[in-house]
């Protein structure tokens, strides 16, 4: 009897919905909170007690944790027990055979399968490059930046972020002029290289009235007043090059100002601009990715085969 309890209580509808909502709700809560931080970051920032809580709950490596893992587990036996309760009933009942269904949980499982190896695999690392600099990817393979490209649009937003790139080998170009944009990563073997963001790494050479001269950087800010000036970008190419700054009182923006070389903006003069330009790229390693590749297609043709023999059945009984 207790075998059997058992048995119903894993091919339950109820106990699919249960954890169907309860991974659905902790996985929508994982989206508000910052994954990957620093313990202190999420102590400064949610307090002491809160930001311990999400600490010992793994809270901060959600789909790596227990909290992620058991309840897909749970599913997956779920959907186990369902896929082979049905087949067997079917095949003592002598019914006609529909694999679009048993195809279906089939794709389900595996999909489980391929979040779960995602969630305990997946590796990802930022890695910034200038143009000439390269990185080592892993023992095999290293890229080469030969190029960056930072498209606006005339609102200043950002419209297109393309590195390119050379491909080595083992020491051996194996792919030259790769250009990696937004959505459209560079596949190396069981990683793939994907645009991620940009840096201003540019310095910017002041001299105040008193002759003194201070190096400054993106984010850097002077004040004057009750005002601060950041430095937030640059503006322009050789001798129109400029250093972008946006006037803030508190947390209000006031205006933005550009400053060309040999200008002056308050008590600084901008003496000069030494632009560098670093691109973000992301090298994701993700075991779980042609599982759930796999899984799709499965599901596919499991709702293709459902759709056309549920079809063929209607047809048959009239």
């Known amino acids: 009897m207790r075998v059997q309890a058992v048995y119903r209580f894993f091919k339950s509808?109820?106990?699919?919905?249960?954890?169907?909502?309860?991974?659905?709700?902790?996985?929508?809560?994982?989206t508000l909170i910052p994954q990957g931080q620093e313990a202190s970051w999420y102590r400064e920032t949610y307090g002491a007690a809160l930001g311990a809580l999400i600490g010992a709950l793994d809270f901060d490596h959600y789909f790596s944790?227990?909290?992620?893992i058991a309840?897909?587990?749970?599913?997956?036996?779920?959907?186990?027990?369902?896929?082979?309760?049905?087949?067997?009933?079917?095949?003592?009942?002598?019914?006609?055979?529909?694999?679009?269904p048993d195809m279906v949980h089939v794709a389900l499982l595996v999909l489980i399968a391929g979040g779960i190896a995602t969630g305990l695999g997946r590796h990802e690392r930022t890695f910034y490059l200038s143009?000439?600099?390269?990185?080592?990817?892993?023992?095999?393979?290293?890229?080469?930046?030969?190029?960056?490209?930072?498209?606006?649009?005339?609102?200043?937003?950002p419209k297109?972020?393309?590195?390119?790139?050379?491909?080595?080998?083992?020491?051996?170009?194996?792919?030259?002029?790769?250009?990696?944009?937004?959505?459209h990563p560079l596949r190396l073997g069981g990683l793939s290289i994907y645009q991620a963001t940009w840096d201003n790494q540019s310095t910017f050479l002041f001299r105040d009235l008193s002759g003194n001269q201070?190096?400054?950087?993106?984010?850097?800010?002077?004040?004057?007043?009750?005002?601060?000036?950041?430095?937030?970008d640059t503006s322009g190419e050789g001798a129109d090059l400029a250093a972008v700054l946006r006037q803030y009182r508190g947390t209000k923006f006031i205006v933005e100002h550009r400053l060309p070389v040999k200008e002056s903006l308050g008590q600084y003069t901008l003496v000069g601009i030494t632009?560098?330009?670093?691109?973000?790229?992301?090298?994701?390693?993700?075991?779980?990715?042609?599982?759930?590749?796999?899984?799709?297609?499965?599901?596919?043709?499991?709702?293709?085969?459902?759709?056309?023999?549920?079809r063929a059945a209607?047809?048959?009984?009239?």
Not at 65 to 68: A, G, H, I, R
Not at 88 to 96: G, S, T
Not at 214 to 232: I, K
Request: aromatic share 10%; proline share 2%; net charge positive.
């Open 71 to 100: 309840p897909a587990f749970m599913l997956a036996l779920n959907l186990g027990v369902c896929t082979v309760d049905r087949m067997v009933r079917r095949l003592r009942a002598k019914a006609q055979r529909r694999f679009g």
């Open 160 to 183: 297109a972020w393309i590195s390119t790139v050379d491909v080595l080998k083992d020491g051996v170009v194996q792919a030259a002029g790769f250009p990696i944009r937004v959505n």
């Open 65 to 68: 944790s227990v909290l992620f």
């Open 214 to 232: 201070a190096v400054a950087h993106v984010g850097d800010a002077f004040r004057e007043g009750d005002t601060l000036w950041y430095l937030t």
């Open 314 to 318: 209607t047809a048959s009984s009239n």
């Open 13 to 30: 509808v109820r106990l699919a919905v249960v954890v169907i909502l309860l991974l659905t709700g902790l996985s929508l809560l994982s």
């Open 275 to 310: 632009p560098k330009m670093a691109t973000g790229l992301q090298a994701v390693s993700d075991p779980g990715f042609v599982v759930v590749i796999i899984a799709v297609a499965l599901l596919a043709i499991g709702l293709t085969l459902t759709f056309v023999q549920g």
């Open 131 to 157: 143009q000439g600099e390269q990185f080592e990817v892993n023992s095999h393979y290293t890229i080469k930046l030969l190029s960056f490209e930072y498209q606006k649009y005339e609102n200043g937003m």
